[in-house]
Nanobody
Framework: QVQLEESGGGSVQAGGSLRLSCVAS????????MGWFRQVPGKEREGVAA???????TYAEFAKGRFTVSKDNTKNALYLQMDSLEPEDTGVYYC????????????????????????????WGQGTQVTVSS
């Protein structure tokens, strides 16, 4: 059973930075996507960034240029570096994994095709709160 545990959330002022971490256990797939999602007050859960087993990444428009997703395979960890944070980034951030996922008949990466799609993901962490004050 895959378990995902996030950490690193907290409170910062606008313009500040946070680094979220997600440690995965029971995760041994050869083809997968791991992603970050968020749920801000009054909105549905949305994709932030994703990284697939080939190292390809994808970002939501609001995250481009400010957020960076990365992983450390030796630690089974996924990270989200968030810079230039804005009050609108306040919300609960979730780490997620698709489990085994494979695409056929396409040269596009897993991340670009499926990375920000909520229903692609099978396993979810409990979430970590991020609060950005103005």
């Amino acid at each position: 059973q895959v378990q995902l545990e996030e950490s690193g959330g907290g409170s910062v002022q606008a313009g500040g930075s946070l680094r979220l971490s997600c440690v995965a256990s029971g995760h041994s797939y050869w083809s997968y996507i791991m992603g970050w999602f968020r749920q801000v007050p009054g909105k549905e859960r949305e994709g932030v960034a994703a990284l697939d087993s080939a190292g390809q990444t994808t970002y939501a428009e609001f995250a481009k240029g400010r957020f960076t997703v990365s992983k450390d395979n030796t630690k089974n960890a996924l990270y989200l570096q968030m810079d230039s944070l804005e009050p609108e980034d306040t919300g609960v951030y979730y780490c997620a994994s698709t489990g085994l996922v494979v695409l056929h008949n396409t040269a596009r990466s897993l991340a670009s095709v499926l990375g920000l799609k909520l229903d692609t993901y099978k396993f979810w962490g409990q979430g970590t709160q991020v609060t950005v004050s103005s």
